[in-house]
T-cell receptor, first 111, second 113 residues
Framework: RKEVEQDPGPFNVPEGATVAFNCTYS??????FFWYRQDCRKEPKLLMS???SGNEDGRFTAQLNRASQYISLLIRDSKLSDSATYLC????????????FGAGTRLFVKA | SQTIHQWPATLVQPVGSPLSLECTVE??????LYWYRQAAGRGLQLLFY??????ISSEVPQNLSASRPQDRQFILSSKKLLLSDSGFYLC????????????FGEGSWLTVV
């Protein structure tokens, strides 16, 4: 089983749609969680951290379920510019920090 | 604010030639530094990380090596490139205590021919 698993997609949605990405992690001792966005042929960029109580940043909502070891990202009112690959990232505290990146979920938003 | 610079951005190298990619971080002290590789259409693979000058940990056996001659400088090298070394190489930094959030440089596209 992979340490961090994501549905690779692609997700093809029309502008204005709501889309949700899911991610599961295997290590129950994982301590911090993030979503990154990666555009084609570019570096990954931090989209948002994921807090235990859930957090929102504009059209983006992230949620964490520690009991189920599950993280989600919800994008409301999708824009063409949201087209990208979304990476789920988990930090495990193992003497230092070990950062595990999911393989990413590809999103295409169409007009 | 912190910035990370990585170069060169693109390079095409023949098989058997050497490689040197360089990365520097500004605006922070004693960062954790990383080299990742991303093959076409694949996820990120951690190659090396460093918690301090001269301290390098390798995650996978390979044709590559890393060095950290200064606190904010990280270098990825190879003596003889293989075709399989082609990919997108990303330098990154983090500071422990800030949830170890990782920030990436703009990346270097390497094509070995």
């Amino acid at each position: 089983r992979k340490e961090v698993e994501q549905d690779p997609g692609p997700f093809n949605v029309p502008e204005g749609a709501t889309v949700a990405f899911n991610c599961t992690y295997s290590n129950s001792a994982s301590q911090s969680f993030f979503w990154y966005r990666q555009d084609c042929r570019k570096e990954p960029k931090l989209l948002m951290s994921v807090y235990s109580s859930g957090n929102e940043d504009g059209r983006f909502t992230a949620q964490l379920n520690r009991a189920s070891q599950y993280i989600s990202l919800l994008i409301r009112d999708s824009k063409l510019s949201d087209s990208a690959t979304y990476l789920c990232v988990v930090n495990q505290a193992t003497g230092g920090f070990k950062t595990i990146f999911g393989a990413g979920t590809r999103l295409f938003v169409k007009a | 604010s912190q910035t990370i610079h990585q170069w060169p951005a693109t390079l095409v190298q023949p098989v058997g030639s050497p490689l040197s990619l360089e990365c520097t971080v500004e605006g922070t002290s004693n960062p954790n530094l990383y080299w990742y590789r991303q093959a076409a259409g694949r996820g990120l693979q951690l190659l090396f990380y460093s918690v301090g000058i001269g301290q390098i940990s390798s995650e996978v056996p390979q044709n590559l090596s890393a060095s950290r001659p200064q606190d904010r400088q990280f270098i990825l090298s190879s003596k003889k490139l293989l075709l399989s070394d082609s990919g997108f190489y990303l330098c990154a930094w983090s500071v422990l205590g800030t949830l170890n959030t990782i920030y990436f440089g703009e990346g270097s596209w390497l094509t070995v021919v």
